[in-house]
């Protein structure tokens, strides 16, 4: 996978398939 977006969206788009509830505060 190529960084061609931001490491945010790559971290969230990570996150959001592996804990289905928003991140903790």
């Not at 061609?4 to 945010?8: E, G, H, L, N, R």
């Not at 990570?14 to 991140?23: E, K, L, M, S």
């Given at each position: 996978?190529?960084h ?5 969206e ?16």
């Open positions: 996978m190529c061609t977006y931001s490491a945010k790559n971290v969230h788009s990570f996150y959001t398939p592996v804990i289905p509830f928003p991140r903790p505060k």
